[in-house]
């Protein structure tokens, strides 16, 4: 059996993209290469505390571990041998030939880079009072990120808003910059609500993949505020669910639908977002009802990360 070179050992986090279900390997040194040694099953807490110390081009387990019994596959993530051998559930004992299937995936993050994404309605319903609460709840969020932040934390945003078209207002903008483009938030039209879920998801998503793997969010809250139905674009609701779904899935992304003057219940089945993450916000308090929504679930990150 081949013996690590050295006694320091590191760290992989990875996960079931079709389960969900999140691991940690442990990495020792063999020469110039990296090889995992051990596989444990991690806890979404347990996940939040860790990330990802180790980058190179591919990963094999040592020989101290079994490799793929049907293929005799080393690779991680190298084969969908487990995959098609196995009915697959977040409920199952894991197996450790788990780690040769095509859907375990490493994951690299920035443990301290959370990614928001506002989405407004703009359509004339929202114009008047509403509108200016709408402004004023988003100055008032980054007045309180920019007060709790921790010294290492990174928040960065994207806006947009939509009427009779989607306009991205702010990209990976800071907390200052976006104050200050706040007040192009303006009011007209109609509303183009799952062209702008379905533009904000696909850019973003995009954009995330462009990066380097370590310089990507380790969390993504993407927030919609909307009055009314959608009235019709060049995306439907299915469209809009399907990237929901798939967002929540495979990148762990966290929506909120914020909605008034429609049924709430309605208004997220039809996005697939979960009642538990609609909210209802009353037209007269709107200022107060979104920035608390959104300042609540920036906490909830932040405590995920460092539970006590």
Not at 7 to 15: G, M, N, Y
Not at 64 to 79: A, D, M, T, V
Request: glycine share 6%.
């Amino acid at each position: 059996m081949q013996r690590p070179t050295s006694k320091e050992s590191k760290i992989l986090k990875a996960r079931c993209v079709k389960t969900g279900l999140r691991f940690g390997l442990e990495l020792r040194r063999f020469g110039s290469t990296w090889k995992v040694v051990n596989m444990v099953r991690l806890s979404e807490t347990e996940a939040k505390t860790i990330s990802s110390e180790v980058y190179q081009s591919e990963f094999v387990t040592n020989d101290n571990l079994i490799p793929c019994q049907k293929c005799g596959n080393r690779k991680i993530g190298g084969c969908g041998c487990s995959r098609k051998i196995r009915q697959c559930s977040a409920s199952m004992k894991y197996q450790f030939d788990c780690v040769y299937c095509d859907s375990f995936k490493i994951e690299y993050e920035n443990p301290n880079y959370t990614h928001v994404c506002v989405v407004l309605d703009a359509s004339g319903s929202m114009r008047g009072q509403t509108e200016e609460d709408v402004r004023r709840a988003l100055i008032n969020f980054c007045v309180e990120q920019r007060k709790n932040a921790a010294k290492d934390e990174k928040i960065a945003v994207d806006l947009y808003q939509f009427s009779d078209e989607v306009k991205r207002l702010a990209h990976n903008s800071t907390l200052d910059e976006l104050e200050r483009r706040v007040s192009q938030y303006l009011c007209s039209g109609l509303t183009l609500l799952y062209d702008a879920v379905c533009q904000g998801i696909d850019e973003l998503d995009a954009f995330f993949n462009a990066l380097p793997a370590n310089e990507r969010p380790a969390d993504v809250l993407f927030v919609i505020v909307t009055d009314g139905e959608d009235t019709g674009g060049k995306f439907n609701a299915e469209d809009a669910k399907s990237r929901i779904r798939r967002q929540r899935e495979e990148h762990g992304w966290k929506f909120v639908l914020l909605v008034s003057g429609v049924d709430v219940n309605s208004a997220a089945a039809s996005l697939g977002i979960s009642p538990s993450e609609a909210i209802e916000f009353n037209r007269e308090k709107a200022e107060n009802d979104i920035q608390k929504v959104m300042n609540v679930n920036i906490a909830n990150i932040r405590t995920s990360r460092n539970p006590r």
